[in-house]
């Protein structure tokens, strides 16, 4: 399954071409990334897909030299978790 990007989004598929998984953000400031949504279909869940949709993100963010609002509440767990995601975080 291959992580793919669509407008304000990352998703995957499973091998039969349905949207499986998705993460979605918005542009709340000029150079900040606010993650809103992430789900992944509980059939399944436990592939790490979150991880990886999330993943996609911080790559996005850094590549553009962004910041990020983990607004969703995954997305903030994994920022609570994660010590090397802090330096990419967005505090107001």
């Known amino acids: 399954m ?3 990007e669509g407008q304000d ?3 995957v598929k499973n091998d039969s071409g349905q949207e499986i998984g998705e993460i979605t ?4 400031y000029k150079d900040v990334l606010s993650i ?3 789900y992944v279909d509980p059939a ?3 592939h ?3 991880g990886k949709l999330l993943q996609a993100v911080v790559d996005k963010a850094v590549k553009e030299h962004k910041k990020i609002i ?3 509440s995954y997305a903030k767990i994994q920022f609570e978790r994660k010590k090397e995601y ?3 975080q967005y505090f107001e």
């Open 9 to 11: 989004r990352y998703f």
């Open 86 to 88: 802090q330096d990419i």
């Open 48 to 50: 790490h897909l979150a």
């Open 2 to 4: 291959k992580i793919e």
């Open 44 to 46: 399944f869940r436990g």
């Open 25 to 28: 953000y918005s542009h709340p």
């Open 36 to 38: 809103d949504h992430t």
């Open 70 to 72: 983990p607004a969703c």
